[in-house]
Nanobody, 121 residues
């Protein structure tokens, strides 16, 4: 089995910072692209940032300059450093990873369970 577990969410004041982590565990052969998404009640889940296996990153406009995505391939872990947080950043943040399980050839997308980020004004 493969599992993604997010951590690092919480309550922070506007202008503050949080660092989210997403750790992959289980029978992992390789991890390809990874990404962070977020969702608020009544809205669709939206992309925040992605990072390739080689470290190439992409961000949506509303987080550029404030959020930084990174990964530690040796630890099978991805991070999202969030600075200058705004109340509109309040959401449940999810990580996603394209993972090939050990001793298999097919890659599948796996999601974490989500971590709540609340930014107070």
């Amino acid at each position: 089995q493969v599992q993604l577990v997010e951590s690092g969410g919480g309550l922070v004041q506007a202008g503050g910072s949080l660092r989210l982590s997403c750790a992959a565990s289980g029978s992992i052969g390789s991890i390809n692209g990874m990404g962070w998404y977020r969702q608020t009640p009544g809205k669709q889940r939206e992309l925040v940032a992605t990072i390739s296996s080689g470290g190439s990153t992409n961000y949506v406009d509303f987080v550029k300059g404030r959020f930084t995505i990174s990964r530690d391939n040796a630890k099978n872990t991805m991070y999202l450093q969030m600075n200058s947080l705004k109340p509109e950043d309040t959401a449940v943040y999810y990580c996603k990873a394209g993972i090939r399980r050990a001793f298999t050839y097919r890659e599948a997308d796996y999601w974490g369970q989500g971590t709540q980020v609340t930014v107070s004004s």
